[in-house]
């Protein structure tokens, strides 16, 4: 990690406070060290771009007109938006599903041999009708369920069955299906339908042959008779620009409900394939290091700007179509918000933030400590985690701006910092683990109440 890429302390912060220069200098250390485990296994980084201006003013762009910028920005819709996607990000229970990793496709970009097991699932099935009778002995039954893959329609017969189980024991359930759309016919269509199959996922591969895609999409205007909903879903990749502007048209046209743009990400398992494309991968790779599960590891440089510009260029044409931009990072927030979500009060001093889903608090440290704590206290706040070893007082998020405004006793002004967390079970039981540490200035802000909640229910998309 070079100089640029480093969290800058002003020069009276080094100075004044070497508690925060250790913590933040700690975690620069620790993003260094995967910077560079992942650089030797032979991939190429775009250079180092924190800022990501152009994503953000064209997402500024899209939200003048009309676009709804969801979970922080990591989702961006405009027209309809699916249920399984409203319930991907949100507070209830959404669940997805295989009947095996096997697939008669040889995509570059699948993520399944990056999967635990793939091997394994693909000589044996999944015991998908032990896991839905799993599911249904929950708390709370599922708001939506998916059947994914591998390839489900390789296996029509399981598929139909995997459905009626799936109505049968929810029957309010959202159901929807991932194919790549090339085996479908009407029967079997009608077959889906009569199994409550809600939602059908077209995948559109840009590099299919010509006749391969007129299958894929005559399958799918055939769907449209069959099924409510008939989705695309896909990763445009970079340099296909005046392609993917055309299936946008055509899907217009067709009357297709809506299409999930997907940011291009690198499974770690054929790199050479990339390379060869001219492809480059975002850096930094995201923005809060995790052991995240979703197996599309690395966003490709460009992507989220692509699907952005496509979206834009929609509203300028008129298009009708539902638009819907799922960066790698809304996959990975469905991640921690089903983690964190569940005990987002496991302390007073730490905040549930809306926007990334992590367990939020503020931090000062050394000489910032004591004028902070002060006064905070003579604003009302009470609850303060004083750590002696790091020398950090650490408090509820909602004051960060109460303590940006105090001046330490030197009077410099104080360099609150915001601590991202995620909530891990330990001996003893539950704690909350630190993932980041930044500078405050540096910081998106913290967003105590659900502002994506809303805004998808004055746009009228409700589970």
């Not at 139909?160 to 029967?187: I, W």
């Given at each position: 990690?070079?100089?640029?890429?480093?969290?800058?302390?002003?020069?009276?912060?080094?100075?004044?406070?070497?508690?925060?220069?250790?913590?933040?200098?700690?975690?620069?250390?620790?993003?260094?060290?995967?910077?560079?485990?992942?650089?030797?296994?032979?991939?190429?980084?775009?250079?180092?771009?924190?800022?990501?201006?152009?994503?953000?003013?064209?997402?500024?762009?899209?939200?003048?007109?009309?676009?709804?910028?969801?979970?922080?920005?990591?989702?961006?819709?405009?027209?309809?938006?699916?249920?399984?996607?409203?319930?991907?990000?949100?507070?209830?229970?959404?669940?997805?599903?295989?009947?095996?990793n096997n697939c008669?496709?040889?995509?570059?970009?699948?993520?399944?041999?990056?999967?635990?097991?793939?091997?394994?699932?693909?000589?044996?099935?999944?015991?998908?009708?032990?896991?839905?009778?799993?599911?249904?002995?929950?708390?709370?039954?599922?708001?939506?369920?998916?059947?994914?893959?591998?390839?489900?329609?390789?296996?029509?017969?399981?598929?139909?069955?995997?459905?009626?189980?799936?109505?049968?024991?929810?029957?309010?359930?959202?159901?929807?299906?991932?194919?790549?759309?090339?085996?479908?016919?009407?029967?079997?269509?009608?077959?889906?339908?009569?199994?409550?199959?809600?939602?059908?996922?077209?995948?559109?591969?840009?590099?299919?042959?010509?006749?391969?895609?007129?299958?894929?999409?005559?399958?799918?205007?055939?769907?449209?008779g069959f099924i409510?909903?008939?989705?695309?879903?896909?990763?445009?990749?970079?340099?296909?620009?005046?392609?993917?502007?055309?299936?946008?048209?055509?899907?217009?046209?067709?009357?297709?409900?809506g299409i999930n743009?997907?940011?291009?990400?690198?499974?770690?398992?054929?790199?050479?394939?990339?390379?060869?494309?001219?492809?480059?991968?975002?850096?930094?790779?995201?923005?809060?290091?995790?052991?995240?599960?979703?197996?599309?590891?690395?966003?490709?440089?460009?992507?989220?700007?692509?699907?952005?510009?496509?979206?834009?260029?929609?509203?300028?044409?008129?298009?009708?179509?539902?638009?819907?931009?799922?960066?790698?990072?809304?996959?990975?927030?469905?991640?921690?918000?089903?983690?964190?979500?569940?005990?987002?009060?496991?302390?007073?001093?730490?905040?549930?933030?809306?926007?990334?889903?992590?367990?939020?608090?503020?931090?000062?440290?050394?000489?910032?400590?004591?004028?902070?704590?002060?006064?905070?206290?003579?604003?009302?706040?009470?609850?303060?985690?004083?750590?002696?070893?790091?020398?950090?007082?650490?408090?509820?998020?909602?004051?960060?701006?109460?303590?940006?405004?105090?001046?330490?006793?030197?009077?410099?002004?104080?360099?609150?910092?915001?601590?991202?967390?995620?909530?891990?079970?330990?001996?003893?039981?539950?704690?909350?683990?630190?993932?980041?540490?930044?500078?405050?200035?540096?910081?998106?802000?913290?967003?105590?109440?659900?502002?994506?909640?809303?805004?998808?229910?004055?746009?009228?998309?409700?589970?």
């Amino acid at each position: 990690m070079n100089d640029a890429q480093q969290t800058q302390i002003p020069r009276c912060g080094k100075d004044r406070n070497p508690a925060l220069r250790r913590a933040l200098e700690l975690y620069q250390g620790i993003e260094a060290d995967h910077m560079r485990v992942l650089e030797s296994s032979g991939v190429s980084f775009a250079p180092y771009d924190e800022e990501r201006r152009e994503a953000r003013l064209l997402m500024a762009q899209l939200e003048k007109k009309g676009a709804r910028i969801r979970n922080g920005g990591a989702s961006v819709a405009r027209g309809h938006l699916s249920r399984g996607c409203l319930a991907c990000t949100g507070s209830c229970v959404s669940r997805t599903y295989a009947l095996s990793n096997n697939c008669h496709r040889d995509c570059f970009f699948c993520f399944n041999p990056n999967q635990k097991g793939f091997a394994y699932y693909c000589d044996n099935p999944f015991p998908w009708r032990e896991q839905l009778d799993e599911l249904a002995q929950g708390d709370r039954p599922p708001a939506c369920v998916a059947l994914s893959g591998g390839e489900p329609l390789l296996y029509p017969d399981e598929a139909c069955a995997f459905f009626a189980r799936a109505r049968e024991l929810f029957p309010a359930c959202h159901l929807r299906m991932y194919t790549s759309g090339d085996l479908l016919d009407r029967e079997l269509l009608a077959r889906l339908r009569d199994a409550g199959l809600d939602e059908i996922r077209f995948s559109v591969k840009q590099d299919d042959p010509d006749d391969m895609q007129e299958r894929v999409l005559a399958n799918m205007e055939a769907a449209l008779g069959f099924i409510p909903t008939v989705m695309v879903e896909m990763p445009p990749i970079p340099g296909t620009e005046d392609q993917m502007k055309e299936l946008l048209v055509r899907l217009d046209h067709m009357g297709v409900h809506g299409i999930n743009l997907l940011e291009f990400a690198y499974a770690m398992w054929n790199w050479p394939v990339f390379e060869s494309l001219g492809l480059t991968l975002r850096n930094p790779p995201c923005h809060v290091l995790y052991d995240y599960e979703y197996a599309g590891a690395l966003a490709v440089q460009g992507s989220e700007e692509l699907c952005l510009r496509l979206m834009l260029w929609a509203c300028d044409q008129g298009l009708e179509l539902g638009m819907h931009y799922c960066s790698l990072e809304n996959k990975h927030r469905a991640q921690i918000r089903t983690i964190n979500g569940r005990h987002a009060s496991i302390d007073r001093r730490y905040a549930f933030d809306y926007g990334d889903f992590f367990m939020k608090a503020g931090v000062v440290f050394g000489p910032d400590r004591t004028a902070v704590r002060d006064a905070l206290k003579a604003q009302g706040c009470a609850d303060f985690l004083e750590d002696e070893e790091a020398d950090s007082t650490s408090f509820h998020p909602k004051w960060l701006e109460a303590a940006s405004r105090v001046r330490a006793g030197d009077g410099v002004c104080v360099q609150p910092c915001v601590s991202s967390n995620v909530v891990v079970e330990r001996e003893g039981g539950l704690a909350l683990r630190e993932l980041k540490l930044e500078l405050l200035s540096k910081a998106p802000a913290v967003q105590l109440d659900d502002a994506t909640a809303r805004a998808d229910r004055a746009a009228g998309d409700v589970l």
